[in-house]
């Protein structure tokens, strides 16, 4: 029996191909970050998806097709510093459009022109987007980008990122989880899953969930870029943003607890996640 939280997942059927589940495109990655851009690829992969593809500054490009074996791989403009630059805002929204969901942010670093391609980025891409991490420290102060965006949206900030994103201080943010991530869904038109301990998810018609599952083993390094993985995967298999964001969330908790279990809180890293994602799935009978 599929778990309550979990949101419609199609089945596989037997005469069906790679396309059949979703086309995901990930633009991530900045030197000294590939981890980041490899979590969060091989969440979207693990979680069901068909063909996932990494775009990263053209320096990397080499390293992550290494790292990533059944991942595609999409070598981008990069500044002098090797991060991402604006000169391949064309590409990734040209391509964008030819995927089901792209997923933005994580390990991008905050260089300035890296900050303007992730403001022309949130403007332009004609596809559901997933916006983690430095995608969120980068519209630092323009919140308003979000609301302007046509495309279903969904921001997974933790409390530092949602701190410098609405201008108030950590604590503020922590006291009133619940109302925080209600108001700005409500003001950005994006579901909010505001991540941490009872991680927060709010769509903008007011709806919420508050999750139940993971540890503190989880907070570590990574476990959000698998999420954002995870969370993208499921909006490219026609998930709608809301039910994709809480069965991801759901379902990395899930994973984490697993992963505590057999590697214990202190030792479990993001790739536990990652590598006990089929047990989670198995558990919540999909």
Partial sequence: MVHEHIGKISGRKEDSHKGDYGRIFVVAGSPGMTGAAFLCSQGALRAGSGLVTCGVPASLNQI???????????????????????????????????????????????????????????????????????????????????KDRKERTVITPHPGEMSRLTGKDIGEVQRGREDIAKSVAEVTGAVVCLKGHRTVVASPEGRVYVNDTGNSGMASGGTGDVLTGMIASFIGQGL???????????????????????????????????????????????
């Avoid at 994973?255 to 919540?284: H, R, T, V």
């Fill in 64 to 146: 992550m097709e290494v790292k990533l074996t059944e991942v595609m791989t999409m070598s981008l403009p990069e500044t002098s510093g090797g991060y991402l630059s604006v000169k391949g805002k064309d590409k990734i929204i040209s391509f964008a459009r030819k995927c089901d969901a792209v997923a933005l942010g994580p390990g991008l670093g905050r260089e300035e022109e890296t900050k303007q391609l992730v403001a022309e980025l949130v403007r332009g891409v004609e596809a559901p987007l997933v916006v983690d991490a430095d995608g969120i420290n980068n519209l630092e102060g323009h919140i308003e980008i979000l």
């Fill in 240 to 286: 709608d943003d809301f039910s994709a964001a809480v069965s991801a969330v759901y379902l990395h908790g899930v994973a984490g607890d697993i992963a505590a279990e057999k590697k214990g809180q202190f030792c479990m890293i993001a790739s536990d996640i990652l590598k006990y994602m089929y047990s989670a799935f198995d558990k919540a009978g999909i």
